[in-house]
């Protein structure tokens, strides 16, 4: 079974600080994608990183893909109380599966 | 901006009885996927559904569970004798080519069974 830990598993932290999420295993994943979910709603897709080392930036998220494809980080800039919310790292394990993390609670108190 | 869409949005059943799920997922999308979600822990996979069968299934996905597309747009994952252990929350996600990259999901059906 292909696993994917997220640290830290919660994160309350002031507006205008800077974060970063982390999500590991020991498997090799043909892609990995970030979601951020609402309570009681379906995960809403953020980005989908494919190539190791690969690095995207959505505004003030970067997302980083590493060099094994076995991990990723998102880092939030000058985080602000709209993030708040359940961010999850999903792994692309066969052609058609995706192998989810337990998922980061963020919250930004203004 | 085109999305998948469930209904219902919550679902109460008594143990036993047989529950229909519908989605419809984003139209030019070819792969169509359910995941669960029981209530505080992670987003599992079901089954995914490509050119009309079944191309992937988890160990979760046992003989109580059945996937149909019926017509060009919806996508029905029926549970034929619910369990109690069978609430949670149920997602389908569709997908425009091969592959879980860029699986857009809908907003969920909140399934009880009482």
């Known amino acids: 079974t292909q696993l994917l830990e997220q640290s830290p598993q919660f994160l309350s932290i002031q507006e205008g600080e800077n974060l970063t999420v982390y999500c590991n295993s020991s498997?090799?994943?043909?892609?990995l994608q970030w979601y951020r979910q609402e309570p009681g709603e379906g995960p809403v897709l953020l980005v989908t990183v494919v190539t190791g080392g690969e690095v995207k930036k959505l505004k003030r998220l970067t997302f980083q893909f590493g060099d094994a494809r076995k991990d990723s980080s998102l880092h939030i800039t000058a985080a602000q109380p709209g993030d708040t919310g359940l961010y999850l790292c999903a792994g692309e394990t066969s052609g058609s599966r995706l192998t989810f993390g337990e998922g980061t609670q963020l919250t930004v108190n203004p | 901006e085109p999305e998948v869409t469930q209904t219902p949005s919550h679902q109460v059943t008594q143990m036993g009885q047989e529950v229909i799920l519908r989605c419809v997922p984003i139209s030019n999308h070819l792969y169509f996927y359910w995941y669960r979600q029981i209530l505080g822990q992670k987003v599992e996979f079901l089954v995914s559904?490509?050119?009309?069968?079944?191309?992937?299934k988890s160990e979760i996905f046992d003989d109580q569970f059945s996937v149909e597309r019926p017509d060009g747009s919806n996508f029905t994952l029926k549970i034929r004798s619910t369990k109690l252990e069978d609430s949670a929350m149920y997602f389908c996600?569709?997908?425009?080519?091969?592959?879980?990259?860029?699986?857009?999901f809908g907003q969920g059906t909140r399934l009880t069974v009482v």
């Open positions: 559904f490509y050119n009309n069968e079944i191309s992937e």
């Open positions: 996600a569709s997908s425009p080519r091969l592959g879980a990259t860029e699986a857009f």
């Open positions: 498997s090799v994943f043909s892609s």
